[in-house]
């Protein structure tokens, strides 16, 4: 096969699978909610409950797309496909069996965290280009944490790297088989932690929703937005959430294997085994969303800078000593 | 020509002209925009020069750190929206094109002097080898670079933070 027909196969598969996981995701969020919050309708109406996502986005395609008089047009229109553009991409490095993966890149950990640094533009411009105040606190904010979160996410996966010798993703995962324990058990436990914490701000979930706090900022920098562009903002939350709970998976909690199953199996189990445990960590966050009142601004400004970063850069010291003596 | 060959020149001029709507656009904001468009395809050029490792750095610290940063800067203290008018300046443009001709000048008669059509690195990872060189033959620079950098940050905390002992005396 050509190099650019397996290209366009490679785009076309994410393309397909991106909105499909978006789609589960958000059964999953709508029936935990409404699980944990005791609400009939996601868990009885229609098909009890399982077309709801489907319901959901042909609701916002049949929504008119209102543009604001005073928006600056191009920056605002475009600003939804930065944030989409970014989390999309994220889908080259996520290995689903040691040979299921768009591209196993040797600075995969890298490229995971260079290319989602790219959504804060979207998130700022979209903040400012709506001519709102509401929206630029809100995008003012978003950008504020997403720079204080970047630094423990990066910080938490360098002493993963460290303890596995390689940047690739399937490198890490065949160190974690190599090694009979998932990186969560061996060493990296604490890293795990925070690389949760810090995703679920990067997300702007809920205890870290103070970008978008419905009730003082009315969404904040996705105010002005309707329609399809909502929808955009919206299915990158959820697509954001597969991505960063497969990566979770593959860096902590040994990806696309489970102990004692047969290696030579993999490329028939990898895929569900990954899928599973992506949903299992999408669970948890969702049930975190559904239980946890959020942070204060400044209480979580602390959380990252007084406690998270320190907390990350010691695990690295220990990481590394660690690697020396052994 | 082969198809990369073509890519590049379609690069080259992407780059080029993200690069002169980054100076005349009377926009702020919209320069900031264009010069992540400027980056984005400098990144993409190291890439096809097989040098992942500086094309993702581009990305991370410019595109994701630096622009980030100048847009917060910029929104946090004044933003209007529309065209500024106080950015485009008129003086001295015989100087500026006579600078920047003759750094583009000097630029292109050193690399050509210096590598002309010679091939670097052909094959293998450039990434190991750069991390390789950076802490054996070049360690006691990058060890400088990391205490410069330590500087300009308690330079940077010391300039800001208030002194609440002058604040006391008014001396501020």
Redesign the interface.
């Known amino acids: 096969m050509s190099f650019s027909s397996e290209l366009l196969i490679k785009v076309l598969v994410v393309l397909a699978t991106a909105p499909v996981m978006a789609l589960g995701l958000t059964l999953l969020e709508v029936k935990g909610s409404a699980w944990m919050q005791r609400r009939p309708g996601p868990l009885h109406v229609g098909l009890r409950g399982f077309i709801f996502p489907l319901a959901t986005a042909a609701k916002y395609f049949q929504k008119e797309t209102i543009i604001p008089k005073d928006v600056d047009e191009p920056v605002f229109k475009w600003a939804p496909a930065w944030v989409i553009a970014a989390v999309v991409g994220l889908f080259t490095i996520i290995p689903l069996s040691p040979t299921l993966i768009v591209r196993d890149l040797e600075l995969g950990v890298f490229f995971l965290l260079a290319i989602s640094s790219i959504s804060t533009i979207g998130v700022l411009t979209a903040g400012w280009s709506s001519a709102n105040k509401f929206s630029l606190m809100g995008g003012l904010r978003a950008a504020g944490q997403l720079i204080a979160y970047e630094l423990p996410l990066i910080l938490s996966v360098v002493g993963v790297v460290i303890q596995a010798e390689t940047m690739s993703t399937v490198g890490i995962v065949e160190k974690q088989i190599e090694f009979g324990f998932p990186f969560v058990i061996a060493g990296q436990g604490i890293a795990f932690i925070i690389f949760m914490i810090a995703a679920t701000a990067e997300m702007m979930r809920t205890p870290f929703d103070m970008p978008i706090g419905e009730s003082e900022l009315t969404m904040g920098f996705m105010t002005e937005y309707s329609g399809i562009r909502f929808l955009i903002f919206y299915i990158s939350e959820y697509i954001n959430l597969f991505v960063m709970c497969a990566i979770a998976s593959t860096l902590f909690l040994g990806g696309y294997h489970i102990p004692l199953l047969p290696t030579e199996w993999v490329n028939f189990y990898g895929p569900l085994v990954l899928i599973g445990k992506t949903f299992t960590l999408a669970f948890l966050l969702i049930a975190i969303r559904w239980s946890f009142p959020r942070f204060r601004e400044d209480q979580l400004q602390t959380l990252a800078w007084k406690v998270l970063i320190p907390l990350s850069l010691l695990n690295i010291m220990v990481t590394a000593i660690m690697k020396v003596v052994f | 020509m082969e198809a990369i060959d073509i890519f590049s020149y379609f690069l080259l001029l992407l780059l080029l002209l993200s690069g002169i709507k980054v100076v005349t656009t009377s ?1 702020v ?2 320069a900031a ?1 264009f010069l ?1 468009f400027t980056l984005a395809t400098t990144a993409i050029l190291f890439i096809l020069l097989s040098a ?2 500086v094309a ?2 581009l ?2 610290v410019y ?3 630096v ?3 100048f ?2 800067g910029v ?2 203290t004044r ?1 209007p ?2 065209p500024n008018a106080e950015l485009d300046n008129d003086q001295n443009k015989l100087f500026a094109t006579l600078i920047s001709l003759s750094i583009f000048g000097i630029f292109t008669y050193i690399l050509l002097q210096t590598f002309d059509s010679t091939v670097v690195i052909s094959e293998g ?1 450039s ?1 190991k080898l750069l991390g390789e060189i950076l802490l054996s033959r070049f360690v006691f620079p990058f060890e400088l670079v990391s205490f410069v950098l330590l500087g300009a940050l308690i330079g940077g905390i010391t300039l800001a933070r208030k002194d609440n002992a002058l604040m006391d005396e008014d001396q501020i």
């Open positions: 926009n904001i919209h925009i992540v992942e490792f993702l750095v990305v991370l595109i994701g750190a622009i980030v940063l847009l917060f929104m946090i933003a929206l529309g990872t990434t």
